[in-house]
């Protein structure tokens, strides 16, 4: 089993800056891509970034110029660096990996921006 644990959620004023921060444990093989998404109020869950197995980075065009993801392939990490803070950036933000099977999600964690 894969349990993949995020932290770094918080409440920011707009124009600020968060790092999220996500941890992938146990049995794992083979992952292929590890990301973000997130899903605001109301609304579907959306894709934010990814850091592909072959080392391409990949944003949404929401965020693009705010946002840096990064991954640790030898700590199975990966972080999202989130800089100029929208109000419409409220959501919670879940962590993914892709295997060749399957997908594991976080638990999420809340990003709240106050305008």
């Known amino acids: 089993q894969v349990q993949l644990v995020e932290s770094g959620g918080g409440l920011v004023q707009a124009g600020g800056s968060l790092r999220l921060s996500c941890a992938a444990s146990?049995?794992?093989?083979?992952?292929?891509?590890m990301g973000w998404y997130r899903q605001g109020p109301g609304k579907q869950r959306e894709f934010v970034a990814v850091a592909t197995g072959g080392g391409s980075l990949k944003y949404a065009n929401s965020v693009k110029g705010r946002c840096t993801i990064s991954r640790d392939n030898a700590r199975n990490t990966v972080d999202l660096q989130m800089n100029s803070l929208k109000p419409e950036d409220t959501a919670v933000y879940y962590c993914?990996?892709?295997?060749?099977?399957?997908?594991?999600w976080g638990q999420g964690t809340q990003v709240t921006v106050s305008s």
């Open positions: 993914y990996l892709s295997s060749r099977t399957t997908v594991y």
């Open positions: 146990g049995s794992i093989f083979s992952i292929n891509a």
